[in-house]
């Protein structure tokens, strides 16, 4: 599969090396058109991709994916609609500020578009991917799209009017994972545990937790009982979360990411 892509930044960047990553997608199938730095250039030297000079080199690609800033995005559908290849290439947009209304009013509602949001995990195939289709686009169509991100981890098909707060959560999420993953090993440090020791004994805890909790589908509360004897050490640790307001410190933070 060729895969075209505009920008090579933090997420374009972490794509390309999810998709080599995956050892599906070999350099040559990726076509890259970077910005006006030496970002693109740089990577290219590291990843050995294509560097795309000219939209027309897009042409042999089997779907585009615009991983650019928001105002970069319509000046790019404009280029690509004046490009006027010969099929009409499937569009992946990151770009969180764009909706898919506002893509369909320059390319036409009947051009096959997505509109899809991933998060960092992407880099080593374990993304999580927020994804809304076009109406028009066709199952073939769909099949392509969905095969160039089913390398980069799990893809969730979500209504337009919940991509924002879907993408934020699994977007920024990470950062608050990362805090507690190193505040919880400041605790484990401060009572003698090494450092290094701590992140990789809190990382697969965690990776632990949330495989557990995705496959047996329990109620996350039940799980924390199931590890909470009367009494004991566990619950007292929950206790001085709740009494320094734990609960409500996440709940605000994500209330953060939509901006209440
Ligand atoms: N970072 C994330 O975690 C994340 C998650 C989900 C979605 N997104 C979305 O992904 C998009 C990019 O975010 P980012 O964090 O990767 O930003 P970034 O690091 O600033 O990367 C954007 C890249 O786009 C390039 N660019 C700008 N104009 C271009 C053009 N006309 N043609 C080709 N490339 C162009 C820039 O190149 P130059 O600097 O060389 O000009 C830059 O390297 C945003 O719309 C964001 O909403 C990001």
Redesign the pocket.
Do not use: D, L, R, Y
């Given at each position: 599969m060729n895969i075209g892509i505009?920008?090579?930044?933090?997420?374009?960047?972490?794509m390309i090396k999810g998709w080599l990553h995956s050892g599906k997608i070999q350099p040559q199938e990726i076509f890259?058109?970077?910005?006006?730095?030496?970002?693109?250039a740089n990577l290219q030297k590291e990843l050995s991709f294509h560097l795309v000079d000219s939209l027309k080199e897009f042409a042999a690609c089997d779907v585009l994916v615009?991983?650019?800033?928001?105002?970069?995005?319509e000046?790019?559908l404009h280029?690509i609609k004046e490009a006027n290849f010969e099929k009409k290439l499937p569009i992946i947009?990151?770009?969180?500020?764009?909706s898919l209304k506002e893509m369909q009013a320059i390319m036409g509602t009947d051009y096959p578009l997505a509109q899809a949001?991933?998060?960092?995990p992407v880099q080593i195939g374990k993304g999580l991917i927020a994804i809304t289709y076009s109406e028009a686009l066709q199952a073939k169509q769909q099949e392509v799209i969905d095969q160039c991100l089913y390398f980069l981890g799990d893809l969730l098909e979500t209504p337009a009017e919940q991509l924002d707060i879907v993408?934020s959560v699994a977007?920024?999420g990470?950062a608050f994972v990362d805090i507690f993953m190193e505040a919880m090993a400041d605790g484990a440090v401060l009572h003698g545990m090494s450092r290094k020791l701590a992140y990789e004994v809190i990382a697969k805890m965690m990776v632990g937790s949330a495989s557990l909790a995705l496959e047996s589908g329990q109620h996350p509360g039940a799980l924390k009982d199931g590890v909470t004897s009367p009494g004991g050490t566990t619950i007292r640790g929950v206790a001085a979360l709740e009494k320094n307001g734990f609960r409500h410190a996440v709940i605000s933070g994500v209330s953060g990411l939509v901006g209440e």
């Open positions: 505009f920008g090579a930044g933090q997420m374009g960047g972490a890259v058109k970077g910005g006006h730095s030496a970002t693109a615009i991983a650019v800033g928001t105002t970069a995005v000046p790019i280029a947009s990151i770009a969180a500020g764009v949001i991933p998060n960092t993408s977007g920024c990470p």
